[in-house]
């Protein structure tokens, strides 16, 4: 073997890792406890030790150092903060998080370029379609498959990732690149009809979650796509996932087994069978409808207001302005919340008192925090409710209390690195609107949620993120079209 065939071969490994990398730690809790995030942490370095062999080098210019340089700083700080946190291990274990965070985006930037730019977008959407479909199949299936049950979920769909807005998420993650890749010119036939066919079971999984922030999460991702990639096959292949989407979430709705799991065991396989069999019809059709020609009137490009942009970033700021707000009106009590689709509409909910205690942590000590991971000894303190918690349900807010105004300033440098590469990107790649569309998804659900300490979710972001990096470097040709 060649020198050049082995670093090529490295060079696939590492991007291999990448990209499944998060749907195998969705199969451990999403990695949240500790083994799982080391095993991912010795993986991510890997694949970092695997580009420096290979001699790919990390991308230049303002927007990948403010990126790298914000997230590694990050995690510097949260490791530094053991010395004034109360709980030493909980703080290594945040530490941890930001490491594996840091490794990933990294590797990403280094790794997934060219050819392997291209297989970015399907291949996490695949990763997240077996992900959402393993949960669908307790469901759809439950004569075969037997799933752990947890009451708090009150029927809500949690597995394999054991949290419901957490699939939520990673389902509107899912259902955006999916999205994508349907309305992708560029992208072969047989793919874009696949992609159609996956936003069926994505829908259906991003309904039975009855997470109010994951639909949020989902809608800015697609206004997002739209101004992104304003063509008319886009648009039109948007408008067939949310249409098939929405399809296959009404043929579950009705089925209380499947929605929220109430019911004997013989309701159960019936009412799976029922809406397996019309998830597969729905799917069908989607795929037909896409490799279908357009109108000629669904050609080409769309002309869009010249300030698009700033209008699309205004509505998704004040929608998660109105749904923290929102929050700050919700009722807490010990009482468990309903389950269904009447949880989308009542304002009972924690939320409120863990963001209370979170702002009266950051009063107490506003510049350096309590240290990462002391939030959780603040709940115990200072709570107004019996529930256990463990994390504050907002990322910024949570980042505020325990790492202070400084880990704050580091978190938006990581943050406006990715958005001045998104930017970037987008001006000389159209691989870059699946990517920036997925990218403000996970931006707007981190501030209404835990979703940093889940990694099988934040991993996507940061892969994307990493690979928006690499699309902006200007040391780097663009990717030619492919055939994938």
Do not use: K
């Not at 759809?140 to 049950?149: D, I």
């Not at 010249?306 to 929050?327: D, Q």
């Amino acid at each position: 073997m060649t020198l050049d065939r082995a670093r090529r071969t490295l060079v696939t490994a590492a991007a291999a890792v990448l990209l499944v990398g998060p749907t195998v730690l969705a199969f451990f809790s999403g990695g949240y406890f500790a083994p799982a995030r080391a095993a991912a942490g010795i993986g991510a370095w890997a694949c970092v030790a695997a580009g420096v062999v290979a001699g790919r080098p990390l991308p230049r210019g303002r927007a990948a150092l403010l990126a790298i340089g914000g997230l590694g700083a990050l995690a510097i700080w949260t490791l530094l903060s053991i010395l004034w946190a109360p709980i030493a291990g909980n703080a290594y274990a945040a530490g941890q998080i930001a490491v594996l965070y840091t490794g990933t985006l990294i590797a990403a930037a280094m790794i997934l370029r060219g050819r392997a730019a291209r297989w970015v977008e399907p291949a996490l959407a695949a990763g997240i379609l077996i992900v959402i479909g393993y949960g669908l199949a307790g469901r759809l299936l439950p004569g075969v498959l037997h799933y752990a049950r947890s009451a708090s979920a009150e029927g809500r769909l949690e597995q394999p990732l054991t949290y419901w807005n957490a699939m939520g998420a990673l389902a509107a993650l899912g259902f955006v690149l999916c999205a994508r890749v349907a309305g992708d010119e560029q992208r072969a036939g047989r793919l874009r009809a696949a992609a159609a066919a996956a936003a069926a079971p994505l829908g259906l999984g991003l309904w039975i979650t009855f997470s109010r922030g994951a639909l949020f999460a989902a809608l800015a991702g697609l206004v997002t796509l739209v101004v992104a990639a304003p063509r008319a096959a886009q648009l039109w292949a948007l408008a067939r996932a949310i249409g098939f989407g929405a399809l296959a979430a009404a043929a579950g709705a009705p089925f209380s087994a499947v929605a929220s799991l109430d019911g004997s065991r013989s309701t159960a396989e019936h009412q799976g069978l029922i809406v397996l069999v019309a998830l597969v019809v729905i799917m069908a059709a989607a795929a037909l409808a896409a490799r279908l020609p357009p109108p000629r009137f669904r050609e080409g490009a769309i002309r869009l207001p010249r300030h698009s942009p700033a209008l699309a970033t205004g509505l998704i700021v004040a929608g998660l302005a109105v749904a923290i707000l929102v929050g700050a009106h919700e009722s807490s009590g010990a009482a468990p919340l309903s389950g269904g689709a009447g949880r989308l509409t009542t304002l009972q909910s924690n939320r409120y008192g863990y963001w209370s205690v979170a702002l009266r942590a950051f009063a107490a000590d506003p510049v350096q925090g309590a240290g990462a991971g002391a939030w959780s000894v603040d709940w115990l303190r200072f709570r107004h409710v019996t529930e256990g918690a463990q994390d504050a349900h907002s990322l910024p807010l949570q980042t505020l209390a325990e790492l202070g105004l400084v880990g704050l300033a580091l978190l938006l440098t990581f943050a406006a690195g990715v958005a001045l590469a998104g930017r970037r990107a987008l001006a000389v790649s159209p691989l870059a609107a699946g990517p920036v569309a997925a990218t403000v998804v996970y931006l707007a659900h981190s501030p209404l949620d835990w979703d940093w300490q889940m990694p099988a979710v934040t991993l996507v972001a940061i892969v994307l993120m990493g690979a928006l990096l690499a699309l902006a470097d200007p040391a780097v040709e663009p990717a030619a079209p492919g055939s994938s």
